[in-house]
């Protein structure tokens, strides 16, 4: 040990308010009650412990850093909703518009898809201007199971009704 590192007090972990804590993560305060509530940051002395602060802030850095160095995912869709063409009448303007929400809906699709092992990958927190959570997802009803149970018990298939016809546009030939 050298002369310096004795004399030198060990490093402690020191309170910071919350507002403090909010604006060292640039983050709102009511995030920051939030985190300490979710043990994401440490209470100390009435307030949020500096180190807890650091160390988060550590780990979402490393966490944007890893998801900005995935390539192609993040790009941005290239359509521009206002460059329809303009065309002789209303009929012409809808199928326009439709042909174009379809394509701006299957980009979303194929970006969501490669959005999304990258999300499961970091987690729930806040990357940049981002908040990322996970809903518990949605129930949905085994249609085999139902079909076998009431095949079973009344020996005919479900009935079933037709739904609305959906639209489908395309370039005409």
Do not use: C, Q
Request: glycine fraction near 6%; charge should be positive; charged fraction near 25%.
């Amino acid at each position: 040990m050298t002369i310096t590192e004795l004399l030198t007090p060990a490093a402690t972990d020191s309170p910071i308010s919350i507002s403090s804590a909010a604006a060292a993560l640039t983050i709102t305060e009511a995030t920051t009650r939030r985190y300490l509530r979710a043990g994401k940051l440490t209470r100390l002395d009435g307030g949020v412990s500096a180190a807890s602060v650091e160390a988060y802030a550590e780990r979402r850095a490393a966490n944007i850093s890893r998801t900005r160095t995935v390539p192609g995912w993040h790009r941005r869709p290239t359509g521009d909703l206002h460059s329809l063409p303009r065309t002789a009448g209303p009929v012409e303007e809808a199928a326009a518009a439709w042909a174009e929400a379809a394509r701006l809906e299957a980009l979303a699709r194929k970006l969501k898809a490669k959005a999304r092992p990258v999300l499961e990958e970091a987690g729930p927190g806040t990357y940049g201007p981002f908040e990322v959570r996970f809903t518990e997802g949605r129930l949905d009803p085994d249609t085999k199971l139902i079909a076998a149970l009431y095949f079973a018990v009344f020996g005919e298939d479900v009935p079933r009704k037709r739904s609305a016809p959906s639209p489908k546009v395309s370039p005409a030939a």
